[in-house]
């Protein structure tokens, strides 16, 4: 594997599945891959999982690890080209890129969508230009339109605890009071669009998700009839992607918080969320806290993700 941005990148998922596996039983097995080989991480946007995770799973391959917090010590990135650099950015990012690539052996970029333009935001533009101008292997660590690590890590999840082969999972919106990027959702929906499970995604109107990211999954807008039989419900807030309210918040309403109610409706289905949550926005404390919550086992899950991926670009170099 060179780089790591889309499910089309790591290939079968029951294979993927099965290499999670052999690293979960034993994590420390592939730590001479890592020998000598530098991961540098580039961070233009806050964290607590992926950074945690994706260190973790590097330090198990052996490798040693450098985190760069573009907003926090480092200088200010102009990121346009053609701009008079008078402003308050020192340096340009076509420069930075390619210093960054000197001193190490791949890179992970988190840049998230910044909801300026649609068309930026979906040409992927920050992580193609690390791709372009780095020399090295690049992954995503979430991107503007996808977090791939945290979908492998959730379709990890969900086969360790399905209990039938084709699992009901549906993708609910929430409610959130601020606006969040469609990449945890498109992207969740791109992995579960490369399985058999059967997929429903349930939101108001006016949150339809990009058509290439919905796929061949099932769209409901009325929530209650979408959870029945769910073996799985999967929450996640995002913002409206259609032109005329790109990045919008739409509606705020607290009907489409997953409750105890709502998950009576199922088949007893597990909760998953990608975290950090806004309870009792999202989900209610009850739900989260319940037996059924997978929010932990999905979060330690990000480790063996990673580490699938990383092992794989240190196979390649
Ligand atoms: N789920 C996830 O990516 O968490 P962080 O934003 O804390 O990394």
Known sequence: MRHFTTVHDIGDLKTAFKEAMDIKSDRFKYNHLGKNKTLMMIFFNSSLRTRLSTQKAAMNLGMNVMVLDINQGAWKLETERGVVMDGDKPEHILEAIPVMGCYCDMIGVRAFARFENREEDYSEKIIQQFIDLSGK??????????HPLQSFADYIT?????????????????????ALPQAVPNSFAEWMNETDYEFVITHPKGYELAPEFVGKAQVEYDQEKAFQHADFIYAKNWAAYEKENYGQILSMDMDWTVDTKKMALTDNAYFMHCLPVRRNMIVTDEVIESPQSLVIPEAANREISAQVVMKRILESL
């Open 137 to 146: 292997p690049v992954f995503s660590m979430e991107a503007a339109t996808r």
């Open 158 to 178: 969900i086969e360790e605890y399905k209990k039938k082969d084709r699992p009901k999972v549906v993708m609910t919106w929430a409610p959130h009071p601020k």
